[in-house]
């Protein structure tokens, strides 16, 4: 007879089997999806999926992402992959790429940046925001956003960039006032987007430059707002398996402080513009939506989701962009240079580049493609089917799509093969010759912005501020390399926004 002690053990045992089945299953009972429709893909580790750096942080996941297309992109039009246990098509093709986000953009509306939100109604600024909205919603919210985004208006508000570029102009003249001046460039970027953002948006002076060497609590919260997203980002990542958790990990999206900070600051802006006449004709994002709010009955939330979303696009992106090609232009003098000679050909009387001739300027726009290309700010985009449909994959394969099918552009990669970009890695604005980038773009190549409906609402507006800012700059100074500068080296930003990590310490030397 087995003894209570050995019954016990065995029962102890073969409990424990049971719950490794079920974990088991659990994390592996869809592997077979791809394969029952005919897809290739790699093999999932069973807790990691295809992509273990999303749930270890050892690379950026973009890395993860791109080993896997360089094996299949000469093969495969699409894969099928997992992101720890959640099954996704991962497209190879360019051209299947903008068939998604573009032609068929109807079937795939969803967006997975949407499941970052775990409560909705505790996460309510957020929710306002459209590129934080998969429902029919979210169609509405956008055009809120770039109705007050359009080129005619940002053409009108010109003169707002134009008086940040003094500011700056100010800012190094005095840095530069006893010869030249090694100043930290990350810090100059953020400065200048969070100036523009500050007056555009709000219609409030940030005292970004006047008083850099103070705490500057506008710069300090739109930052703090980001590093928050940024966390929430990698927590939602590493939590996939086990989704549930997240609402005592990290509930919120947007944190709270934040929220009560950009609310009260837009309820005292609009305030104020109700008190200052002068200030009512003003053309400005606030007055835009002071007139949106009487049409459209919109809340104060609704409004400060327009204003976050816009700084979403028009802060640390735009910053991320315009120093890295500061950075980059310091590395390649000769570049520096070309554009330096553009800029100055271009020159109006008040020393300043017309708003018509700052968007065409062809030297100034491939150094600021070439940057976008290189770093790769958004690195991937994520749609959701929303309706059942159907999709050619290649080698004769239709393979059927259901509504909840996450399908992922890996947009990094396309912008890093060397077949469409020699030497990937190197700062090159001479590939974008003759509006070059037109044709990639068509050809679903090159997306700096994504495509189709949902391309970026804040475009416009993050070319404007990178370009002016340029300009300032690269009339008056040559920016140098010094003992302080790192070296050039591929992306490997810590956060969701892709970038060089590290300080970027540059000499200004005055012309």
């Known amino acids: 007879m087995i003894s209570n002690e050995m019954e016990a053990i065995l029962v102890t045992v073969g409990l424990l089997g049971a719950i490794i089945l079920l974990v088991y299953k659990y994390l592996s009972w869809h592997h077979g999806v791809f394969k029952a429709v005919g897809l290739d893909g790699p093999k999932p580790n069973i807790f990691l999926g295809n992509f273990p750096s999303a749930i270890t942080g050892k690379q950026p996941v973009v890395y993860d992402v791109d080993e896997v297309y360089s094996k299949y992109k000469n093969t495969h039009k699409a894969i099928g992959v997992f992101m720890t246990r959640n099954p996704q098509i991962l497209i190879l093709d360019p051209g299947l790429a903008q068939k998604i986000m573009v032609t068929n953009f109807g079937k795939f509306r969803g967006n997975v940046a949407a499941d970052l939100i775990y409560n909705r109604k505790e996460d309510k600024i957020a929710a306002g925001s459209p590129f934080f909205t998969s429902d029919e919603s979210w169609k509405a919210k956008r055009l809120h956003v770039v109705g007050g985004l359009k080129q005619s208006k ?14 700056l102009a100010k800012y190094l003249e005095n840095r530069t006032a006893n010869g030249n001046a090694i100043i930290e460039t990350k810090n100059l970027g953020f400065c200048f987007t969070s100036n523009v ?78 008190k200052d ?25 609704d409004m400060v989701g327009c ?16 120093f890295h090609t500061i950075f980059y232009l310091a590395h390649h ?49 994520a749609r959701i089917s929303t309706e ?21 552009v890996p947009v990094f990669s396309f912008h890093h093969n060397p077949d469409h970009f020699p030497k990937p890695y190197e700062f090159n604005p001479d590939r974008f010759n003759n509006e070059a980038h037109l044709d990639l773009m068509k050809r679903g190549i090159f997306m700096p912005f994504g495509n189709g409906p949902r391309i970026c609402a804040g475009m416009h507006l993050g070319l404007v501020e990178v370009k002016t800012c340029l300009v300032e700059i690269f009339k008056a100074y040559r920016v140098n390399c010094c003992a302080k500068t790192i070296p050039e080296k591929r992306p490997e930003s810590p956060t969701f926004i892709m970038g060089i990590d590290g300080e970027f310490w540059l000499e200004y030397e005055r012309l």
């Open 154 to 167: 940002l053409s009108m508000a010109y003169p707002i960039w134009k008086g940040c570029a003094k500011k």
């Open 197 to 274: 953002l500050g007056e555009f948006l709000w219609g409030i002076e940030t005292n970004a430059f006047a008083k850099s060497n103070e705490p500057n609590t506008f710069l300090e919260m739109s930052q703090k707002w980001l590093q928050y997203i940024a966390q929430s980002v990698t927590v939602y990542f590493k939590l996939l398996p086990v989704p549930w958790l997240r609402r005592f990990a990290q509930p919120r999206l947007f944190p709270l402080a934040t929220d009560r900070f950009f609310t009260q600051l837009t309820k005292d802006a609009l305030e104020w513009r109700e």
């Open 277 to 301: 006449e002068s200030s009512q004709n003003r053309v400005d994002f606030l007055n835009y939506l002071r007139q949106l709010q009487e049409k459209k009955n919109l809340t104060l939330d």
């Open 307 to 322: 204003m976050l979303t816009t700084t979403l696009d028009g802060f640390e992106t735009s910053a991320t962009v315009l």
């Open 333 to 381: 003098p000769q570049y520096q240079e070309k554009l330096r000679m553009e800029i100055l050909a271009n020159l109006e009387e008040d020393g300043s580049v017309s708003y018509q001739k700052l968007c065409a300027l062809p030297y100034l726009n491939q150094c600021v493609n070439e940057s976008i290309r290189l770093i790769s700010v958004v690195s991937f985009y």
């Open 388 to 408: 059942p449909t159907e999709l050619e994959v290649g080698q004769g394969l239709v393979i059927p799509i259901k509504v909840g099918q996450v399908v992922s």
